[in-house]
């Protein structure tokens, strides 16, 4: 299977025209036989990359005291309670903070506080934070979130996401997109069959199919 999605990307990078900027590699995933309607026939699932995403991942963690500091060695941006205050009384910052940000982090202890605070903005973009238990090692959790990325359809039967950028070679964006497929086939109601199509290209590029 490998080798077939390799050479989808090979010719997704080779047919895309040159540009004045790093374009990323994305995929395009289309569904069938499946009633998007009931939320609890779509795809929300986390994927960590083995090749990573080759892009910057913008990273925000609400924490105190030491693991603020640790955070603080890793993450874009680390807020804490009176800054989560002061969002909830400003929700163009808020806002601006939930699309400006890939993925939040927070300790377990503030989650109940960003609910409150935060809820009605991070919750309808899909971006409630993770929550840090007080065993969790902050800098690890951080450095697995920037090779994460979110497959998330919503209500529809076409959705989209990042595997890699133009300049990772094609063997290490294909073994992301063969993660990504493995985990859609175990998850999905019927697997394989409620995939419609899958196709990889660049930001301008045109679109290759890749074999499922």
Request: net charge negative; proline share 5%.
């Amino acid at each position: 299977m490998a080798d077939t999605i390799e050479e989808a990307v090979s010719r997704a990078l080779e047919e895309s025209p040159e540009r004045n900027f790093r374009e990323t590699v994305d995929l395009a995933i289309n569904l069938r036989d499946l009633d998007l309607n009931d939320p609890s026939n779509r795809v929300d699932e986390s994927v960590v990359l083995p090749a990573g995403t080759g892009q910057d991942t913008q990273i925000v963690v609400f924490a105190e005291g030491e693991t603020a500091v640790r955070a603080a060695e890793v993450a874009d941006e680390v807020l804490d309670s009176e800054d989560l205050e002061d969002l909830g009384d400003d929700d163009d910052a808020a806002k601006d903070l939930a699309d400006e940000t890939d993925f939040f982090i927070a300790e377990a202890s503030l989650m109940q506080d960003i609910g409150r605070y935060l809820g009605t903005v991070l919750g309808p973009r899909g971006k409630m934070p993770t929550p840090l238990q007080p065993d969790d090692d902050v800098v690890e959790t951080v450095n697995r979130m920037k090779n994460t990325v979110q497959l998330r359809s919503g209500d529809r039967r076409t959705f989209h996401t990042r595997v890699g950028a133009e300049d990772m070679d094609a063997e290490a964006i294909s073994d992301n997109i063969d993660v990504i497929i493995r985990r859609l086939e175990a998850d999905l109601e019927k697997g394989p069959l409620n995939i419609d199509g899958i196709f990889v290209k660049t930001t301008m590029g045109p679109a290759e199919e890749v074999p499922v």
